[in-house]
Each structure stands twice: as structure tokens, then as C-alpha cells.
């Protein structure tokens, strides 16, 4: 079953606006991670930040984490239309298997 | 580039048949992960290798079968192909489970 669960599922803005999107997760994690996926192609590591901390910045990107809410948020800031794409959470579970767990995915769409 | 190999890049076939994918994970990876993505089930965990052994299972078909190889690259076995195995398989690479997955360009199936 999916751990990380992203809200909102679909966006649309226009370019120069920020994105916000959300994650929600169940279990205890020692790491978050977002990935960026064109149509068709493979995922692409973003950023990842881990369970003792609590923001993080890379480029335009911002990513929170609240691991008393169990949650996560990614901002994307002056948002361009190459930044159309579909964006998921993964989370690093510290029980079980030790796997990534991925989210259904928030399709993020750039209006010129 | 992630560094992780896929071939073939695309693969039409028929029912009932049996197909192999490969992937070539990323220099110095040791943990192999393959994905089944289709439009309806989003992104699913089929399997994990490290090091040549199996370390966990997820959503996989019983028709399904992987393995890794000693030099660590890995592959995996379709057969009894139906026509809802039509997806996107992606294979991906990390140092360790839990950390950084680098995703190669996928295998697109068509099952006819």
C-alpha cells in the first residue's frame, strides 16, 4: 500500500506563480525524499530531507518537514513551464524492509 | 543521465508470451528497485535486490520473477503476459535502501 499521499492531486497556475504541494504519510521515516517525473519519462531526484530536520532549500525549491503531523510540503517558487511534471513524495521507512514508498503523485501543469 | 540502463525501450508482444527486461544499475549501486507504472495504478514497488540478494516484495505478480546478477545488474521476467501488463517497468539504483533512487529511462510494453 502507498505510505506517502500527495494533496492537491492535479495544479494548474501560470507561470511566475508558486506551486505549494503536500504530503502525508503513516508510519515512522528517517528520510522524505521528492522526485519529478515528465511525461513518460523516469523519476528524477529532487531533494531529500531527512527525519531531524525540518526545512530545506535547493534552487527555487523549499521542502518541509513535520514529522509530529507527519507530513510534508514542497514549494516550488517563480514557477516556469518546464517545471510541468508530476511530482511525488517518497518516504524511507526505518521498520520492514528499509524501501522507499512512493505516493500517487501530484500532476503539476504551467499555463504560459 | 542517471547512469541506469534500460533495454529494450520499448517492447510490443502478444499474450501469453514472456518477456525479459534489463536494467544496469548506476556504478557502485548495490540496491536495485523495480517499478510497474500504468496509467490506473500509478507508480507500484514490484521488487528489491541488494547485493545480489532479494530484500523485500511488493505488489508483484506471481508470473513475475526477477533476479541480480553478480556483476549487479538485474532483470525481470515477464510471463504469461496479459493485456493489463501494459505499463511502464522502471528499474532503479541506489548505495543503500532507503536513500537517493536513481531511475533509468524505463521500459515501455505493449501487450497486443
Known amino acids: 500500500s502507498q505510505q506517502g499521499e500527495e494533496d492537491p492531486q492535479a495544479l494548474s497556475i501560470q507561470e511566475g506563480e508558486n506551486a505549494t504541494m503536500n504530503c502525508s504519510y503513516k508510519t515512522s521515516i528517517n528520510n522524505l525524499q521528492w522526485y519529478r517525473q515528465n511525461s513518460g519519462r523516469g523519476l528524477v531526484h529532487l531533494i531529500l530531507i531527512r527525519s531531524n530536520e525540518r526545512e530545506k532549500h535547493s534552487g527555487r525549491l523549499r521542502v518541509t518537514l513535520d514529522t509530529s503531523k507527519k507530513s510534508s510540503s514542497l514549494l516550488i517558487t517563480a514557477s516556469r513551464a518546464a517545471d510541468t511534471a508530476s511530482y511525488f513524495c517518497?518516504?524511507?521507512?526505518?521498520?520492514?524492509?528499509?524501501?522507499?514508498?512512493f505516493g500517487q503523485g501530484t500532476r503539476l501543469t504551467i499555463n504560459p | 543521465d542517471s547512469g541506469v540502463t534500460q533495454t529494450p525501450k520499448h517492447l510490443i508482444t502478444a499474450t501469453g508470451q514472456r518477456v525479459t527486461l534489463r536494467c544496469s544499475p548506476r556504478?557502485?549501486?548495490?540496491?536495485v528497485y523495480w517499478y510497474q507504472q500504468s496509467l490506473d495504478q500509478g507508480l507500484q514497488f514490484l521488487i528489491q535486490?541488494?547485493?545480489?540478494?532479494?530484500?523485500a516484495k511488493g505488489n508483484i505478480l506471481e508470473r513475475f520473477s526477477a533476479q541480480q546478477f553478480p556483476d549487479l545488474h538485474s532483470e525481470l521476467n515477464l510471463s504469461s503476459l496479459e493485456l493489463g501488463d501494459s505499463a511502464l517497468y522502471f528499474c532503479?539504483?541506489?548505495?543503500?535502501?532507503?536513500?537517493?533512487?536513481?531511475f533509468g529511462p524505463g521500459t515501455r510494453l505493449l501487450v497486443l
Open positions: 556504478s557502485g549501486d548495490l540496491s
Open positions: 517518497a518516504t524511507g521507512e526505518i521498520q520492514g524492509a528499509q524501501k522507499l514508498v
Open positions: 535486490y541488494y547485493n545480489g540478494e532479494e530484500r
Open positions: 532503479a539504483s541506489s548505495v543503500v535502501p532507503t536513500e537517493t533512487q536513481y
